[in-house]
């Protein structure tokens, strides 16, 4: 494949789908990280009494700012996979070019016909 210069509006596309790449991974932290202090950490630490049994009802908050979280993941998903068609005019194929492999190995260049 020949290089070539990239336009201004690939380049933004490029820009667009890392960022959404980029808020998709610190969204999928942060609904973890809320997920397991929600359903987990809380109610292990009131049963072993750290926490006051009145910390229960930090759990419903909690639950729903994950479900945005979830929400907001989904959005970026959609986005992301709308700005990755600035790949297609960039790369004209998603795969490389040559002789195919299979799952063991066995393949490789196709044999050329003289």
């Given at each position: 494949?020949?290089?070539?210069?990239?336009?201004?509006?690939?380049?933004?596309?490029?820009?667009n789908?890392?960022?959404?790449?980029?808020?998709?991974?610190?969204l999928?932290?942060?609904?973890?990280?809320l997920?397991?202090a929600?359903?987990?950490?809380i109610?292990?630490?009131?049963?072993?009494?750290?926490?006051?049994?009145?910390?229960?009802?930090?759990?419903?908050?909690?639950?729903?700012?994950?479900?945005?979280?979830?929400?907001?993941?989904?959005?970026?998903?959609?986005?992301?996979?709308?700005?990755?068609?600035?790949?297609?005019?960039?790369?004209?194929?998603?795969?490389?070019?040559?002789?195919?492999?299979?799952?063991?190995?066995?393949?490789g260049?196709?044999?050329?016909?003289?």
């Amino acid at each position: 494949m020949d290089p070539a210069t990239l336009s201004n509006a690939e380049w933004t596309g490029i820009a667009n789908m890392l960022t959404n790449l980029w808020v998709m991974l610190l969204l999928i932290i942060c609904i973890g990280t809320l997920y397991l202090a929600t359903h987990v950490g809380i109610p292990s630490l009131v049963a072993s009494h750290p926490l006051p049994q009145s910390a229960q009802r930090l759990r419903l908050p909690l639950y729903v700012l994950m479900f945005v979280g979830m929400a907001l993941y989904a959005y970026f998903v959609a986005a992301a996979i709308g700005e990755s068609s600035v790949l297609g005019d960039i790369f004209d194929t998603y795969w490389i070019k040559g002789g195919s492999i299979d799952l063991l190995g066995h393949g490789g260049n196709p044999q050329s016909v003289h």
